[in-house]
T-cell receptor
Framework: NAGVTQTPKFRVLKTGQSMTLLCAQD?????MYWYRQDPGMGLRLIHY???????AKGEVPDGYNVSRLKKQNFLLGLESAAPSQTSVYFC??????????????FGPGTRLTVL | GENVEQHPSTLSVQEGDSAVIKCTYS??????FPWYKQELGKRPQLIID?????GEKKDQRIAVTLNKTAKHFSLHITETQPEDSAVYFC?????????????FGTGTRLQVTL
């Protein structure tokens, strides 16, 4: 049982390039989330998904797109990377939104640098 | 939306002393308050949580208290050890329909010195 995994662990992009971050979970969780973590700002929600085929915007969605084609995978895309998107990206998942099943489990993170 | 403030941003204690981290939230509808510990270069990991129908919860050396009237909650770590050194994040969550989203505080870097 690997839990939540993320690919890649590190990436360096040039401004304007595109990339996709992959999050996978093997816990049969319905809910999945993408956060970014910047120094002094905690974790901020980018997008989330409440089930296969559904996505919704979080607190800081601009410049990102997501897709949830399979229940176990949640993809985060950057179409045209900007230096402001330099950050550590964490994926998380939870069983559902209901009481006692809403604990979020985090992946190991992806460190992205945009030059 | 929800806003969570966390204090202090850094905290240094001697081994064996207690540490207290405080958070306030803005939305009175928030009903779930987890605390995460993040070691350097690692993922955040849940250490304790509390729901709005409970005032206090304890797990060995860690306790969390919640004051819904004042909209603040606190993490208490007793008998601190060097392995408690990490960044701690509080968060608040409110269920809205089928969504339950966490808003995080900005973190407290705890250093336990020998």
């Amino acid at each position: 049982n690997a839990g939540v995994t993320q690919t890649p662990k590190f990436r360096v992009l040039k401004t304007g390039q595109s990339m996709t971050l992959l999050c996978a979970q093997d816990m049969n969780h319905e809910y999945m989330y993408w956060y970014r973590q910047d120094p002094g700002m905690g974790l901020r929600l980018i997008h989330y998904s409440v089930g296969e085929g559904t996505t919704a915007k979080g607190e800081v969605p601009d410049g990102y797109n997501v897709s949830r084609l399979k229940k176990q995978n949640f993809l985060l895309g950057l179409e045209s990377a900007a230096p402001s998107q330099t950050s550590v990206y964490f994926c998380a998942s939870s069983l559902s939104f209901r009481k006692n099943t809403d604990t979020q489990y985090f992946g190991p993170g992806t460190r992205l640098t945009v030059l | 939306g929800e806003n969570v403030e966390q204090h202090p941003s850094t905290l240094s204690v001697q081994e064996g002393d207690s540490a207290v981290i405080k958070c306030t939230y803005s939305d009175s509808a928030s009903n779930y308050f987890p605390w995460y510990k993040q070691e350097l270069g690692k993922r955040p990991q849940l250490i304790i949580d509390i729901r709005s129908n409970v005032g206090e919860k304890k797990d060995q050396r860690i306790a969390v208290t919640l004051n819904k009237t004042a909209k603040h909650f606190s993490l208490h770590i007793t008998e601190t050890q060097p392995e408690d050194s990490a960044v701690y994040f509080c968060a608040a969550s409110m269920r809205s329909g089928t969504a339950s989203k966490l808003t995080f505080g900005t973190g407290t870097r705890l250093q336990v010195t020998l």
